[in-house]
């Protein structure tokens, strides 16, 4: 079958990978309406097209903290990628590298962030897990920044992880033979099969719950790589991000997987720019599988997006090949969205090119 779209890739994975490994990738928490709604909410967009404008050519290529690359559709973290396929990360990776835009490697990987590293140059940043032993924090992160990293993505809203329903269901475990990659020297690379999830099991034990804001300045006075702070979807933790000094926000929800019924990414993404007014670089992270969800997302001010699940179903599908495929038909999606709204380049994308569903005054149907 010709895959001619992002979304087809998640039909080829569920058919290949164990149920336990697809659920683990696919599923959001308990009644999966912010799953659901991540997508939908980007149907409550629409565009507001200019005409008759040169389109000839197109210019899609941006900076994101000062580096240069060909997009602003970028990888997310997404854990144990060797699950989906046996060259895990390292796919992804040169996949990533080849379409000249960035990878977030996260703590959870199959691979190390040495192995990432040695699939050649690339810019990749390195999510982080706050551990309760912060000499393990520690060592992980001057490991990412002497492997190349550029930039750390902390993630804030996992103190506790998200009821999994499906993880619970399927007594979710690391398959035999995986081992999150980054913590195998110091013990705590296995997750083993529980009575619950494996994964709620080992984040209960190892992961700090007493993170709070003054933990990023512990952060800034180990590492000189700026901080992304990862889980933002509202203005007054917007704010304070900024008090801060994160280096940039990403609106995330955690791909639908910790607390039901918050507001999709996209739509909780306006709220967040305009309470950082410029001041520091917004990004989208959540329910993006079309050129047409990347232009509303920066048309709503953002400088750029991640893709999580499509970079695992891809994977899953046809390996480095298949993530190489879903970045390029992302990007030539966006760009034909630019040129059939009359932008040029990046900059021209403004709010006046859309009008979202929360811009008209809600009203009832006449009567017939």
């Known amino acids: 079958m010709e895959i001619t779209n992002v979304m087809e890739y998640e039909k080829i994975a569920k058919e290949k990978l164990p149920k336990m490994v697809y659920d683990y990738y696919a599923s959001g928490a308990e009644d999966q309406w912010t799953l659901q709604e991540n997508r939908n909410a980007f149907s409550r967009i629409l565009f507001r097209p200019r005409i008759l404008i040169d389109v000839s050519k197109i210019d899609v290529s941006t900076t994101v903290l000062g580096f240069n690359i060909s997009m602003p559709i970028m990888i997310a973290p997404t854990a144990m990628q060797k699950m989906a396929h046996p060259d895990g990360e390292l796919a992804t990776a040169r996949a990533t590298s080849a379409a000249g835009t960035i990878m977030t490697l996260s703590s959870w990987a199959t691979c190390s962030v040495e192995e990432v590293a040695s699939?050649?140059?690339?810019?990749?940043?390195?999510?982080?897990?706050?551990?309760?032993?912060?000499?393990?924090?520690?060592?992980?992160?001057?490991?990412?920044?002497?492997?190349?990293?550029?930039?750390?993505?902390?993630?804030?809203d996992t103190p506790r992880l998200g009821r999994r329903e499906s993880d619970i269901k399927n007594r979710f475990a690391l398959p035999r033979g995986l081992t999150l990659k980054n913590f195998e020297g110091l013990d705590l690379g296995k997750i083993d099969k529980t009575d619950d999830s494996g994964?709620?099991?080992?984040?209960?034990?190892?992961?700090?719950?007493?993170?709070?804001?003054?933990?990023?300045?512990?952060?800034?006075?180990?590492?000189s790589l700026p901080i992304l702070v990862k889980g933002v979807i509202t203005a007054e933790d917007a704010r304070i991000a900024v008090e801060y000094g994160a280096a940039g926000i990403i609106v995330s929800n955690h791909g639908a997987r910790q607390l039901d019924y918050v507001p999709a990414t996209i739509v909780a993404l306006e709220e967040v720019v305009k309470a950082v007014e410029g001041r520091i670089p917004v990004f989208l992270d959540g329910g993006v599988r079309r050129g047409t969800d990347v232009f509303k997302a920066l048309a709503l001010g953002a400088s750029g997006v991640f893709v999580g699940r499509p970079s695992l179903f891809s994977l899953a599908a046809d390996g480095e090949a298949g993530v190489r495929k879903m970045l390029q038909m992302l990007r030539d999606e966006f760009e034909l969205t630019m040129a059939l709204s009359g932008c040029r380049s990046l900059r021209e994308i403004s709010r006046n090119h859309i009008k979202a569903d929360w811009d008209f005054p809600h009203y009832l149907p006449a009567k017939i």
């Open 119 to 156: 699939t050649g140059p690339g810019i990749r940043f390195f999510q982080l897990y706050v551990y309760k032993d912060r000499n393990v924090v520690r060592q992980l992160v001057k490991r990412a920044e002497e492997a190349g990293f550029k930039a750390i993505a902390l993630t804030v």
């Open 199 to 223: 994964l709620a099991s080992y984040v209960a034990g190892q992961v700090d719950q007493s993170l709070s804001w003054k933990d990023i300045k512990w952060l800034q006075s180990i590492t």
